[in-house]
């Protein structure tokens, strides 16, 4: 881990107006990688996550702050800078950072930030390099445009949930906000290539991204079992569409993932099994004999892994290649000392409590221009007088009047 900035990023300089999760995951992968970000928070209330918990950071005393985990979670390698955009001089404000911005990231409702004069239309001819990241539940266009868009909401219409959970059961959500992650990860990448473009032409661009359309393109080959076959898949639990046995499975003490991939993986498994007997099976012998077997060869394998324990199973199975893992809780996660080898847990101190707060670090690794942790996520309105100063040079009695008159925090 390094807290020096030797990211590619580096002098690359975003103005996020984003808030929740989709924009802020978008903004810090960026200012993992070096970019420069600058949150725009609401004074004394800043982004709604600071109050989502419990669990909140704790002090010495091991009291709560006011800084929960989920606002922790995405909010990294940013400065707060505390600002009323509702106020003309806020305004003013944003407007002036913005001439030394590469990219501005909001995800406001649609339209919403033409009262402020801080939209795309309003911005553009005094910003032509400016790229401008719009993230909304719909996108800008389209019958749903204008409506609010919740994660919950959007794994629901976007599909996923109809193919997630038991058969029998009720459609599940996924366990973490996947649409709102998805979204930011594939905002991210859009700018990356509106950067490339404006750096060839010296045009920027409104990049629009919608967590419905994020949600749509990551159903895979669910979409495209769909697409092709013009019959909507179902739920099947732990089981695969395409694949068997690639599933979860009951053994003496515990569970096991089994993940057969091809037919020479089945057969290695059937060896360590001691089911020659299936293996040689003709209704098994290919994975498309399998997917249409299925109803039949499951039971079978699912009374044998039964008789024998979870560490029987993926000791032996790994050491013939067959994949297996165990069903990890979060806790046994992070214990995992590969999980801890690739340096997944990384701890930076808070400006809050000076205590260390562990995080989720960035899976991305780089041989010359690591990803650094530069910042601990950051106190509402932490680094106005810094970036007000520095950014726009504005004098100390300035900035001082700015915040008795509540334009800034």
């Known amino acids: 881990m390094t807290d020096k900035n030797t990211g590619p990023l580096k002098g690359l300089r975003i103005l996020d107006l984003t808030r929740i999760l989709a924009g802020p995951t978008a903004t810090q992968l960026l200012g993992d990688l070096g970019a420069d970000v600058i949150k725009i928070?609401?004074?004394?209330?800043?982004?709604?996550?600071?109050?989502?918990?419990?669990?909140?950071?704790?002090?010495?005393?091991?009291?709560?702050?006011?800084?929960?985990?989920?606002?922790?979670?995405?909010?990294?390698?940013k400065s707060?800078?505390?600002?009323?955009?509702?106020?003309?001089?806020?305004?003013?404000?944003?407007?002036r950072l913005l001439g030394d911005c590469d990219v501005l990231v909001e995800n406001f409702k649609v339209g919403g930030l033409k009262?402020?004069?801080?939209?795309?239309?309003?911005?553009?001819?005094?910003?032509p390099r400016l790229v401008y990241c719009s993230i909304t539940g719909f996108g800008q266009t389209g019958p749903y445009?204008?409506?609010?868009?919740?994660?919950?909401l959007v794994q629901g219409m976007g599909g996923i949930m109809s193919v997630t959970g038991e058969a029998d059961g009720q459609p599940l959500k996924v366990g973490v906000a996947i649409a709102d992650i998805m979204t930011g990860m594939h905002a991210s990448v859009a700018i990356l290539a509106a950067?490339?473009?404006?750096d060839a032409t010296g045009e920027g661009q409104q990049v629009d991204l919608g967590l419905l359309d994020s949600t749509v393109s990551w159903l895979a080959n669910q979409g495209m079992n769909y697409l092709v076959s013009g019959k909507a898949p179902g739920r099947l639990g732990n089981a695969h569409p395409n694949i068997v046995p690639y599933q979860v499975f009951a053994t003496l003490d515990g569970h096991i993932i089994l993940a057969v991939g091809n037919d020479s993986q089945f057969q290695k498994f059937c060896a360590f099994a001691g089911l020659a007997d299936l293996a040689a099976d003709p209704r098994f012998a290919t994975n498309r004999d399998r997917v249409a077997a299925r109803d039949i060869l499951v039971p079978l394998l699912a009374g044998h892994i039964a008789a024998e324990t979870t560490a029987h199973w993926i000791e032996g199975l790994e050491a013939v290649g067959v994949p297996c893992s165990p069903i990890n809780t979060i806790d046994q996660?992070?214990?995992?000392?590969?999980?801890?080898?690739?340096?997944?847990?990384?701890?930076?101190?808070?400006?809050?409590?000076?205590?260390?707060?562990?995080m989720i670090g960035n899976p991305q690794k780089y041989s010359r221009t690591p990803v650094s942790y530069r910042k601990a996520p950051p106190t509402c309105g932490e680094d106005t007088v810094e970036v007000l100063s520095q950014v726009l040079e504005l004098p100390l009695e300035e900035i001082e009047r700015l915040?008795?008159?509540?334009?800034?925090?």
Do not use: C
């Not at 702050?65 to 979670?73: F, G, K, N, V």
């Open 195 to 198: 950067l490339r473009h404006r």
């Open 145 to 152: 445009a204008p409506r609010a868009g919740y994660d919950y």
């Open 403 to 409: 915040r008795a008159s509540g334009v800034i925090g």
């Open 41 to 77: 928070e609401r004074p004394g209330a800043g982004d709604d996550t600071r109050g989502w918990g419990p669990p909140y950071h704790q002090d010495a005393e091991g009291k709560d702050t006011s800084e929960s985990a989920y606002y922790l979670a995405v909010n990294r390698n």
């Open 115 to 127: 009262k402020y004069g801080l939209s795309y239309e309003q911005l553009k001819e005094a910003f």
């Open 80 to 95: 707060s800078v505390a600002i009323d955009i509702e106020k003309p001089e806020g305004q003013a404000l944003v407007k």
């Open 333 to 358: 996660v992070f214990a995992d000392p590969h999980v801890q080898a690739r340096e997944m847990v990384v701890e930076m101190t808070h400006p809050l409590t000076g205590l260390p707060v562990r």
